[in-house]
């Protein structure tokens, strides 16, 4: 069903989980054809119903479109006719064909444009598309018209080279006047239809090149009547329509002319003519596919076509009927398939008569066929239209004729000596052929074969697929016998008959019996689906190795979901329903026999095995086991309901592994049947997994990669649902069958239910249908039991080749015996005496329960002559007593083997086969048993047969005590086995065997005893008589010398194993402090609780006289670091543009998604600081402008470390290393990126460690009782000292490497903000404000204030004491000169009259405008290095005076006149109090008088800041507000101190951190009392007078305000309040993102780009990969990233729902934010479903930005050659 957008949202009614698939190639839309959907569905346009007063079109106002048309449409098809040149030897080319299609685009858009005009147009061309008059009128090419005959002459000449007919007008053209009647096909047998099919055209020829000469080939032969034949070579057109869909196809569906054609389809009448029309050019759309080069186009045109016309019911019906469809398509698809057909290799090489389909071939290896396949599919979904196909015996036939070219295809033959030397990749065309043009057909005709009364069609098909099944055995020659070393997964045939025997037994009631054939058949029928099982068990054992790596791919797809339930459950199937039906010796025989460890089976501790090498004999062993347990175990189509189905595939699939609902949906075995209720997404599949999972939501680990959502089974499906033998078979990578056991044991274990290591569970089958009851005979046969006889034999003697797996499945397969055991034997007594009458066979009767307390007391062996058993004495009585050999006598010659000569097999089976033999014989010709001896002899190999002897064992064992024995072994104590039943008696007669039993072999064992117990006395008596033998009443004997041995050997493994569990413990325990130590990068990012930052420093705080102790990650060596060879930190350097992204609003930006919402981003941090900068630049003198402010809001460099230091030396001979390192890197060595050599995190430079002891560190922490006025003055005198570069060492060498690092790390635009390009102050500027950004981004990474407290991001990880230095040392080389030096001013009066005479020239900047926190780190990194504590201190005591100054002169400016003249008046009554300097009052009182004598405070400007502020101003306000402006400051100055001197920050609560802080940096006096409420003024400490040096600040202020109030305003309200950085918010639904941006113009070329994307910092919409927008060779995508994020971007792909993340010259695929309501992401959107915000992720990929953690989080990076 196709909708238009419009109809889609326009519909009244849609549920809500639909899926909505994207069309890229157009189509019609279904609203309104009730025949296609429901009419509640349809939109409220379509909803109102057509009636009477609806006006007509005035039949005047279509005249002249009617006249028109008619010539229009001819004259396009001239057009067509000319541009079209038929080459003599090559197809035509493409762009001759696309140059013709391009000229004629106007005439179809106006044609098309016609169709959108509405129902009354498109009747008007119907009637002049369908109208036969006009075309034979117009087209004829009779009359004089020269053009006119000249392009009818070129249009026969395309039909004639297209291999069609033009019929005269007298013959009768069948497909337009059907006659009534089944089809006339035929199948011609095998004598000599040699020539090709029909007349084949001369195409068809040139496919067939070499394919004559393949010998005799089966072919389907059509019958000489002229309509047969003309489905495939004749075609004759009569209208307008009909001309147009040939030249359509035979300019192979060009997109415009599909639109046109599809347009057209609301037209009722059009629709009916268009489909005809289709259906009669169906073998020419067949041919013209075939030859095509571009048929992956083509096909999806074509399906875009039929699928619109064949899923209508009736439009089917009608056109099966009257154009013969059914019989169209089945020609059509066999003809196909007959041009890639070769003679089968399988069986009889040389004589085979069957051919195959050649998967090599472009036809198959394309997916050609599936247009044509498809629309075979979607007809058969009609009811109607499959009934006619089940009803026509003829097409019946045909189509199995059909199925059989792909019985037998690709053939694998085992390669035994070389590897073969090249691997064909084609075995999955020869999976996805079966699938489609096989399996999926008989799914369509199985949906309609329901219900009793459609039984005949069932029989039908079964009939004839036993024909072909028939004719397939006598063309391979097949008698009884396989071909070694070979096998085919193909089996078509073999699945159809199963399958409709299962549909014809579960739902029509059917007698199985009446379905089956003869036994022979069905010995024949069960040998090859056992030959794949047996090569599966193989290619398993790396047997076929040498044929490569496809053979396994082969295995795996046979089993896979998508076809196990069309391959290997029909197979096993096929295999039960053969063994409830043949003699199960036989069938037994033959299946160890198939999997060549017949030799094995021998009670001798050595054999010799002619077909197997003994490393394979185990994998083999077990693989028949597992084998017989599944086909034993397996109720798929034996009884479970399709809910019970459904359940024990979904538990298989979650036991395996946690799965998202989408892998589960794919992992489910598809049933195309649509109405089996096992369809992908239907109510029972929801309820089912309901009630089986449990959903675990998304996981967001630090980390780690984005988890899904997740469904993991419920504890009760552990507990009682666990089926092992559904995993083994639903597996297609071995190792999820561990997985599955691995969580059971880990299940039980947390839940307390067993302890130990389980073995896979046992659980109750459902009950068989009474058809298959036979199957349960397997279990009851002797073979079987000779074999588990055997096996307990040889496992208790320790024998070679036997694994706990064996054990375990011949347990299974004993328990199975015991649960599925005939009725109890009635008379037990009778049974003593089988001994005794018994002497040719081991076990007196069939019956496992009389079988397992048998003793056999002696067994003759055929052994190799080495073997320890030939050296013992046979005891006199070994003939008489011996109850038949288990390996004894050869085989008669006619049933030998490939294991003949010295095959070793049970006499028994000889003589079953020997019978079975007969029967043959007896049914078949003289030919076949010609044939047999040379099949049986042709694979002995001569002179290989090894030396044996017969030597004779005394076993005097039953299976009851070799399992009292294994319990013993198992346990490891003697006599561990004793009867439950003799202390309780009530467990024999209420006994409560669960259905589902936990535990390990031991519990197994007790647990088969027990259920042997229950069903005989006998068996009860027996039992306790072994145990009373086995636990004598004596003394305990003395251990002897052997058993202690055992024993101390015993002891030794336990107590290694128990060293090896210390040592990984240890290990464990090691590995996990080393992450926590130095792998997670995330630990403070991510937590959410202060306690996880734990502090780590690189220097303690315990005084030591030592140096600071680096270890070195690359040689290992400990030392400190040195001028000659300094170490450095790994560190991580990266331009960043967070900063900038903080605004002063706490509204959250949202992502814009109309055309009103747009984001401006003026109010961001970067933009005001820049509007600031170059306010500055306009008015003051350049130089003094690049001291005031700092830069890097937008591209400053920020520093991480991964806390690792290593030897410069050592680094760059690593970095060498790197270089020649040829393994594809996720980085660029040649950047100078590398990796941590310890942690793997991402690095690209080394930050050198400055040379210094601990000791010295300390003396600089000792306060000084020194003055503030000597402190500011021996801080003039250090920064008045030149400082010099220190001479040319190593170290030196690499501080300025680094700094050159830091530099080219951002833009050169970030960096230069100079009028004069170049300057040093840029550079100067550009210093410090790296020091900057690293803190402001560390205070954000905290949350945006230190309330918190503790170390930096797990100290350790800190790199600011060695930034700081490296720094320090570059700005020292820059002097500034004392005159301008801002510390002057703040710490000293200067005269008035210095000021005059620099009019000329530009002032100087206000130091009032100065930025405080810019100043502390010039006058910081301006001290020699390291800083005494006593001079930081004065530093922050003179700059906090200058910062409260600026907070008072902003708070004045923002109040009003009325205040300001209030407060101006209340603080010059108190100027002359003792504590005046530290009273706000006073202070802000001064300000005002002072300011006031300038401009300032000028009207105008009053009234505008009256707006900006109409608040009240109290007391709290004010001092709230002082305090909030001087809180940045504090806190920077804070973090600078911690990292500086290592004092710990303490941690407060919000409300407190002011005077915290202060307190900290030793602002407040230590005497201060914080009874009373806190004054933020009592922190102050002036160096020179108050009002002094307020009165000299202000002046400066009033000298610009003269001639610029405005600005001088602006420039005294600084905004320090900046909120933490956010991304856009997102909306709830990704559906409004995708309405609104997938549509949306690209701003350059004005067209919708292909990939559109959305940055997700700042809202810009950007094409990804659109050239249209590409400026230097960068695309848009990473030309953004520099603008937006310097170099790191964050795009949402419309199309994808995917995020991606640019960085530098890398990118990665982050994944999704959006997931469905199943916790999936849908990553390009192709599931449809409806996806909503996950906060969660959105938070962390937040987290990601803010905390600069993509390179080390995110582990997928590749280089996006500025393409993006």
């Known amino acids: 069903m196709s909708l238009c957008a419009e109809c889609f949202t326009r519909a009244t009614t849609r549920d809500t989980t639909s899926t909505c698939s994207r069309s890229q190639a157009g189509g019609a839309c279904d609203c309104g054809d009730s025949n296609v959907m429901r009419e509640s569905g349809f939109c409220r346009r379509h909803q109102i119903k057509s009636s009477s007063n609806i006006p007509c079109v005035p039949k005047d106002l279509l005249m002249m479109s009617e006249f028109v048309l008619p010539r229009f449409i001819f004259c396009l098809i001239q057009y067509l006719r000319e541009g079209y040149n038929e080459p003599a030897a090559d197809v035509p080319s493409e762009k001759d064909l696309s140059k013709v299609l391009q000229l004629l685009e106007p005439q179809i858009s106006f044609l098309e444009d016609l169709t959108k005009m509405g129902g009354a147009m498109r009747s008007v061309l119907t009637q002049v598309l369908t109208n036969q008059q006009n075309y034979k009128d117009l087209t004829s090419?009779?009359?004089?018209?020269?053009?006119?005959?000249?392009?009818?002459?070129?249009?026969?000449?395309?039909?004639?080279?297209?291999?069609?007919?033009?019929?005269?007008?007298?013959?009768?053209?069948?497909?337009?006047?059907?006659?009534?009647?089944?089809?006339?096909?035929?199948?011609?047998?095998?004598?000599?239809?040699?020539?090709?099919?029909?007349?084949?055209?001369?195409?068809?020829?040139?496919?067939?090149?070499?394919?004559?000469?393949?010998?005799?080939?089966?072919?389907?032969?059509?019958?000489?009547?002229?309509?047969?034949?003309?489905?495939?070579?004749?075609?004759?057109?009569?209208?307008?329509?009909?001309?147009?869909?040939?030249?359509?196809?035979?300019?192979?569906?060009?997109?415009?002319?599909?639109?046109?054609?599809?347009?057209?389809?609301?037209?009722?009448?059009?629709?009916?003519?268009?489909?005809?029309?289709?259906?009669?050019?169906?073998?020419?759309?067949?041919?013209?596919?075939?030859?095509?080069?571009?048929?992956?186009?083509?096909?999806?045109?074509?399906?875009?076509?039929?699928?619109?016309?064949?899923?209508?019911?009736?439009?089917?019906?009608?056109?099966?009927?009257?154009?013969?469809?059914?019989?169209?398509?089945?020609?059509?698809?066999?003809?196909?398939?007959?041009?890639?057909?070769?003679?089968?290799?399988?069986?009889?090489?040389?004589?085979?008569?069957?051919?195959?389909?050649?998967?090599?071939?472009?036809?198959?290896?394309?997916?050609?066929?599936w247009p044509l396949v498809s629309d075979f599919i979607n007809i058969l979904s009609h009811q109607s239209v499959a009934k006619k196909f089940l009803e026509d015996h003829g097409l019946l036939v045909t189509w199995m004729n059909f199925v059989s070219f792909f019985q037998g295809m690709n053939l694998?033959?085992?390669?035994?000596?070389?590897?073969?030397?090249?691997?064909?990749?084609?075995?999955?065309?020869?999976?996805?052929?079966?699938?489609?043009?096989?399996?999926?057909?008989?799914?369509?005709?199985?949906?309609?074969?329901?219900?009793?009364?459609?039984?005949?069609?069932?029989?039908?098909?079964?009939?004839?697929?036993?024909?072909?099944?028939?004719?397939?055995?006598?063309?391979?020659?097949?008698?009884?016998?396989?071909?070694?070393?070979?096998?085919?997964?193909?089996?078509?045939?073999?699945?159809?008959?199963?399958?409709?025997?299962?549909?014809?037994?579960?739902?029509?009631?059917?007698?199985?019996?009446?379905?089956?054939?003869?036994?022979?058949?069905?010995?024949?029928?069960?040998?090859?689906?056992?030959?794949?099982?047996?090569?599966?068990?193989?290619?398993?054992?790396?047997?076929?190795?040498?044929?490569?790596?496809?053979?396994?791919?082969?295995?795996?797809?046979?089993?896979?979901?998508?076809?196990?339930?069309?391959?290997?459950?029909?197979?096993?199937?096929?295999?039960?329903?053969?063994?409830?039906?043949?003699?199960?010796?036989?069938?037994?025989?033959?299946?160890?026999?198939?999997?060549?460890?017949?030799?094995?089976?021998?009670?001798?501790?050595?054999?010799?095995?002619?077909?197997?090498?003994?490393?394979?004999?185990?994998?083999?062993?077990?693989?028949?086991?597992?084998?017989?347990?599944?086909?034993?175990?397996?109720?798929?189509?034996?009884?479970?309901?399709?809910?019970?189905?459904?359940?024990?595939?979904?538990?298989?699939?979650?036991?395996?592994?946690?799965?998202?609902?989408?892998?589960?949906?794919?992992?489910?075995?598809?049933?195309?049947?649509?109405?089996?209720?096992?369809i992908p997404g239907s109510y029972s599949f929801e309820s089912v997994l309901s009630a089986v999972a449990d959903f675990k939501a998304p996981v967001f680990e630090p980390g780690g990669s984005m988890q899904q959502g997740m469904y993991t089974p419920k504890a009760e499906v552990w507990d009682q649902e666990f089926d092992p033998v559904m995993v083994i078979l639903r597996t297609v990578y071995r190792r999820d069958v561990q997985s599955a056991m691995d969580r059971y044991t880990a299940f039980l274990k947390q839940n307390g239910k067993f302890p130990g290591n389980p073995w896979p569970p046992y659980k109750k089958r459902t009950p068989l249908h009474p058809s298959y009851k036979g199957l349960m005979r397997l279990l009851h046969c002797k073979t079987l039991h000779i074999v588990l006889f055997t096996l307990l034999y040889k496992i208790l003697m320790d024998h070679q080749n036997l694994s706990e797996h064996v054990l375990c499945m011949v347990l299974y397969l004993i328990e199975?015996?015991?649960?599925?055991?005939?009725?109890?034997?009635?008379?037990?007594?009778?049974?003593?005496?089988?001994?005794?009458?018994?002497?040719?066979?081991?076990?007196?009767?069939?019956?496992?329960?009389?079988?397992?307390?048998?003793?056999?007391?002696?067994?003759?062996?055929?052994?190799?002559?080495?073997?320890?058993?030939?050296k013992r004495d046979s005891p006199a009585s070994t003939s008489s007593d011996s109850l038949g050999s288990l390996q004894s006598s050869r085989r008669p010659k006619v049933l030998q083997r490939e294991n003949s000569g010295t095959a070793q097999v049970f006499s028994l089976v000889a003589e079953r086969r020997k019978k079975f033999q007969e029967i043959i014989n007896r049914s078949s010709n003289e030919a076949n048993q010609v044939v047999r001896p040379k099949t049986s002899s042709k694979w002995s190999a001569p002179g290989s047969a090894p030396q044996l002897t017969t030597a004779i064992l005394e076993i005097k064992e039953s299976i009851l005590s070799l399992l009292i024995k294994l319990h013993h072994k198992l346990s490891g104590k003697q006599n561990s086995y004793y009867p439950p039943w003799l202390d309780d008696i009530e467990i024999l007669i209420q006994p409560e065997i669960p259905k589902y039993s936990h535990g390990d072999g031991i519990t197994a064992v007790e647990r088969i005893l027990l259920k042997a117990a229950l069903q005989s006395r006998m068996n009860k008596r027996i039992i306790e008589e072994i145990c009373r033998k086995v636990t004598p009443p004596v003394p305990p004997r003395k251990v002897t010398a052997a058993e202690k041995k055992t024993l101390d050997k015993e002891e030794r493994r336990q107590k290694a194993r128990e060293r090896q569990q210390k040592l990984l413990a240890e290990f464990a325990s090691r590995q996990k402090s080393f992450m926590e130590t130095a792998m997670d990068v995330e630990r403070f990012f991510f937590s959410d609780s202060p306690e996880n930052d734990i502090p780590m420093e690189i220097t303690t705080a315990e005084p030591q006289v030592s140096e600071a102790v680096y270890d070195c990650v690359i040689c290992g060596q400990s030392g400190p670091s040195s001028e000659d060879r300094p170490t450095g930190l790994v560190v991580l350097l990266q331009a960043s543009s967070v900063l900038g992204q903080c605004r002063d609003n706490t509204e959250p930006k949202k992502l814009p998604i109309t055309e009103e919402e747009q984001i401006y981003p003026w109010d961001t941090c970067a933009a005001v600081h820049d509007v600031r900068l170059s306010l500055l630049q306009r008015y003051f003198k350049d130089s003094s402008c690049l001291l005031a402010v700092s830069i890097g809001w937008e591209g400053g460099v920020y520093v991480q470390t991964c806390g690792h230091t290593l030897h410069i030396d050592c680094h760059k001979s690593y970095m060498e290393s790197l270089r020649n390192d040829q393994v594809l890197q996720g980085f660029s060595v040649d950047k100078g990126e590398?990796?941590?050599?310890?942690?793997?995190?991402?690095?690209?430079?080394?930050?050198?460690?400055?040379?210094?002891?601990?000791?010295?560190?300390?003396?600089?922490?000792?306060?000084?009782?020194?003055?503030?006025?000597?402190?500011?003055?021996?801080?003039?005198?250090?920064?008045?000292?030149?400082?010099?570069?220190?001479?040319?060492?190593?170290?030196?060498?690499?501080?300025?490497?680094?700094?050159?690092?830091?530099?080219?790390?951002?833009?050169?635009?970030?960096?230069?903000?100079?009028?004069?390009?170049?300057?040093?102050?840029?550079?100067?500027?550009?210093?410090?404000?790296?020091?900057?950004?690293?803190?402001?981004?560390?205070?954000?990474?905290?949350?945006?204030?230190?309330?918190?407290?503790?170390?930096?991001?797990?100290?350790?990880?800190?790199?600011?004491?060695?930034?700081?230095?490296?720094?320090?040392?570059?700005?020292?080389?820059?002097?500034?000169?004392?005159?301008?030096?801002?510390?002057?001013?703040?710490?000293?009066?200067?005269?008035?009259?210095?000021?005059?005479?620099?009019?000329?020239?530009?002032?100087?900047?206000?130091?009032?405008?100065?930025?405080?926190?810019?100043?502390?780190?010039?006058?910081?990194?301006?001290?020699?290095?390291?800083?005494?504590?006593?001079?930081?201190?004065?530093?922050?005591?003179?700059?906090?005076?200058?910062?409260?100054?600026?907070?008072?002169?902003?708070?004045?400016?923002?109040?009003?006149?009325?205040?300001?003249?209030?407060?101006?008046?209340?603080?010059?009554?108190?100027?002359?109090?003792?504590?005046?300097?530290?009273?706000?009052?006073?202070?802000?009182?001064?300000?005002?008088?002072?300011?006031?004598?300038?401009?300032?405070?000028?009207?105008?400007?009053?009234?505008?800041?009256?707006?900006?502020?109409?608040i009240a101003w109290s007391s709290e306000?004010?001092?709230?507000?002082?305090?909030?402006?001087?809180?940045?400051?504090?806190?920077?100055?804070?973090?600078?101190?911690?990292?500086?001197?290592?004092?710990?920050?303490?941690?407060?609560?919000?409300?407190?951190?002011?005077?915290?802080?202060?307190?900290?940096?030793?602002?407040?006096?230590?005497?201060?009392?914080?009874?009373?409420?806190?004054?933020?003024?009592?922190?102050?400490?002036?160096?020179?007078?108050?009002?002094?040096?307020?009165?000299?600040?202000?002046?400066?202020?009033?000298?610009?305000?003269?001639?610029?109030?405005?600005?001088?305003?602006?420039?005294?309200?600084?905004?320090?309040?900046?909120?933490?950085?956010?991304?856009?918010?997102?909306?709830?639904?990704?559906?409004?993102?995708?309405?609104?941006?997938?549509?949306?113009?690209?701003?350059?070329?004005?067209?919708?780009?292909?990939?559109?994307?959305?940055?997700?910092?700042?809202?810009?919409?950007?094409?990804?990969?659109?050239?249209?927008?590409?400026?230097?060779?960068?695309?848009?995508?990473?030309?953004?990233?520099?603008?937006?994020?310097?170099?790191?971007?964050?795009?949402?792909?419309?199309?994808?729902?995917?995020?991606?993340?640019?960085?530098?010259?890398?990118?990665?695929?982050?994944?999704?934010?959006?997931?469905?309501?199943?916790?999936?992401?849908?990553?390009?959107?192709?599931?449809?479903?409806?996806?909503?915000?996950?906060?969660?992720r959105y938070k962390v990929l937040e987290q990601q930005w803010i905390s600069h953690t993509f390179d080390h989080i995110n582990k997928r990076w590749g280089p996006h050659y500025n393409g993006l």
């Open 141 to 369: 090419g009779l009359g004089e018209n020269t053009c006119a005959k000249k392009s009818h002459e070129k249009y026969l000449i395309a039909l004639k080279s297209s291999g069609l007919t033009y019929p005269e007008d007298k013959l009768v053209y069948g497909i337009q006047e059907p006659s009534a009647g089944t089809s006339t096909l035929a199948v011609q047998g095998f004598a000599g239809a040699t020539g090709t099919l029909g007349q084949l055209d001369s195409s068809d020829e040139e496919d067939q090149d070499g394919s004559q000469g393949l010998g005799k080939r089966k072919r389907v032969k059509l019958s000489s009547s002229t309509k047969d034949q003309s489905i495939m070579d004749v075609l004759k057109h009569k209208s307008f329509l009909e001309e147009l869909l040939f030249w359509t196809i035979k300019y192979e569906f060009p997109q415009k002319m599909v639109t046109f054609l599809l347009n057209m389809l609301p037209d009722q009448e059009y629709k009916v003519a268009f489909t005809k029309t289709f259906v009669q050019h169906y073998a020419f759309i067949m041919k013209t596919l075939k030859k095509s080069h571009e048929s992956d186009t083509m096909s999806n045109r074509i399906v875009h076509i039929s699928v619109q016309l064949f899923s209508n019911e009736e439009l089917a019906r009608q056109v099966t009927e009257e154009c013969q469809l059914l019989d169209i398509m089945v020609t059509v698809l066999l003809y196909m398939m007959e041009s890639c057909l070769i003679k089968s290799e399988l069986q009889d090489e040389e004589n085979s008569l069957h051919v195959v389909v050649n998967c090599g071939e472009a036809l198959l290896k394309n997916n050609t066929y």
């Open 816 to 870: 199975l015996g015991l649960e599925n055991s005939a009725d109890e034997e009635s008379d037990e007594e009778a049974s003593v005496c089988g001994p005794e009458r018994c002497h040719d066979s081991w076990f007196p009767g069939s019956n496992l329960v009389a079988n397992m307390r048998h003793f056999i007391n002696y067994v003759r062996v055929r052994v190799p002559e080495t073997a320890p058993e030939v």
């Open 412 to 678: 694998n033959k085992r390669e035994l000596n070389e590897h073969v030397e090249f691997e064909s990749q084609t075995y999955y065309a020869a999976f996805a052929a079966e699938l489609e043009a096989c399996a999926q057909p008989m799914w369509g005709l199985l949906s309609h074969c329901k219900v009793r009364e459609t039984q005949e069609y069932t029989r039908n098909v079964v009939r004839y697929c036993l024909e072909a099944l028939q004719d397939w055995f006598d063309a391979i020659n097949f008698v009884d016998e396989p071909a070694p070393n070979q096998v085919t997964f193909h089996l078509p045939l073999h699945r159809y008959y199963a399958m409709f025997l299962s549909k014809a037994v579960k739902c029509q009631e059917l007698d199985l019996d009446s379905v089956l054939p003869d036994q022979e058949m069905l010995m024949k029928l069960m040998i090859h689906p056992l030959q794949i099982q047996a090569s599966l068990a193989e290619i398993h054992s790396n047997m076929w190795v040498r044929n490569g790596l496809q053979i396994k791919g082969q295995a795996m797809t046979y089993v896979q979901s998508h076809f196990c339930n069309s391959m290997i459950d029909p197979d096993i199937y096929l295999l039960q329903v053969c063994a409830s039906r043949l003699d199960p010796d036989y069938f037994i025989s033959s299946v160890f026999e198939r999997f060549k460890v017949v030799d094995l089976l021998t009670m001798a501790s050595q054999h010799q095995n002619t077909v197997l090498d003994a490393e394979h004999e185990r994998s083999m062993l077990e693989g028949a086991l597992t084998f017989l347990v599944i086909l034993l175990s397996l109720r798929l189509h034996l009884g479970m309901s399709d809910d019970e189905i459904l359940r024990a595939e979904m538990v298989a699939q979650l036991c395996m592994n946690d799965r998202t609902h989408s892998s589960l949906l794919d992992l489910i075995p598809e049933n195309p049947n649509p109405k089996s209720g096992i």
């Open 1234 to 1510: 590398f990796t941590c050599p310890l942690c793997r995190q991402f690095a690209n430079s080394v930050l050198p460690c400055y040379p210094g002891s601990n000791m010295e560190n300390n003396l600089w922490h000792r306060p000084s009782n020194k003055s503030l006025q000597d402190l500011i003055k021996e801080v003039e005198e250090l920064q008045g000292r030149p400082g010099a570069f220190p001479s040319e060492t190593n170290l030196s060498k690499e501080m300025e490497s680094v700094m050159k690092d830091i530099k080219n790390t951002t833009q050169k635009k970030y960096r230069d903000y100079s009028k004069t390009p170049g300057s040093p102050d840029n550079d100067f500027l550009f210093m410090y404000s790296v020091a900057r950004t690293n803190l402001e981004l560390e205070l954000i990474h905290r949350g945006g204030n230190l309330c918190s407290g503790g170390a930096s991001t797990a100290g350790k990880r800190s790199c600011l004491n060695q930034l700081f230095h490296v720094l320090a040392l570059h700005m020292r080389l820059y002097s500034i000169d004392s005159e301008f030096n801002p510390w002057r001013k703040l710490t000293q009066l200067e005269e008035m009259n210095s000021q005059l005479g620099n009019e000329e020239q530009q002032p100087e900047v206000p130091i009032l405008y100065h930025d405080v926190t810019s100043l502390l780190l010039i006058q910081i990194l301006m001290m020699p290095q390291p800083l005494r504590k006593d001079h930081f201190t004065c530093i922050v005591k003179v700059l906090f005076a200058l910062l409260y100054t600026q907070a008072l002169a902003a708070l004045s400016v923002k109040c009003n006149e009325e205040d300001r003249s209030a407060w101006k008046h209340t603080g010059a009554l108190k100027k002359n109090t003792c504590d005046a300097e530290k009273s706000y009052k006073v202070l802000l009182s001064f300000v005002i008088s002072e300011l006031s004598k300038g401009k300032l405070y000028h009207e105008e400007g009053a009234q505008e800041c009256a707006m900006v502020s109409p």
């Open 1517 to 1736: 306000s004010m001092e709230k507000y002082l305090q909030d402006f001087c809180l940045p400051f504090l806190r920077i100055t804070s973090l600078l101190q911690h990292h500086l001197f290592g004092e710990d920050l303490p941690s407060c609560q919000e409300e407190e951190e002011f005077s915290v802080l202060s307190s900290c940096l030793g602002l407040l006096p230590t005497f201060y009392q914080t009874e009373h409420p806190f004054i933020s003024a009592s922190c102050l400490d002036w160096p020179v007078p108050a009002f002094d040096i307020i009165a000299q600040w202000c002046s400066e202020i009033n000298s610009f305000t003269e001639r610029h109030a405005e600005q001088g305003k602006a420039l005294l309200i600084q905004e320090s309040r900046w909120k933490l950085p956010h991304l856009l918010q997102l909306p709830e639904n990704y559906n409004t993102i995708f309405q609104y941006y997938h549509r949306k113009t690209c701003s350059v070329c004005t067209k919708v780009p292909k990939d559109p994307a959305v940055c997700l910092v700042c809202g810009t919409f950007v094409c990804l990969k659109g050239l249209c927008c590409k400026q230097q060779s960068y695309c848009e995508c990473v030309l953004h990233s520099q603008n937006c994020g310097a170099g790191t971007g964050i795009f949402l792909l419309v199309n994808a729902s995917v995020i991606i993340i640019i960085r530098g010259h890398r990118f990665c695929l982050w994944g999704s934010v959006y997931l469905d309501a199943h916790g999936e992401e849908d990553r390009d959107l192709r599931r449809g479903k409806p996806l909503y915000i996950c906060k969660e």
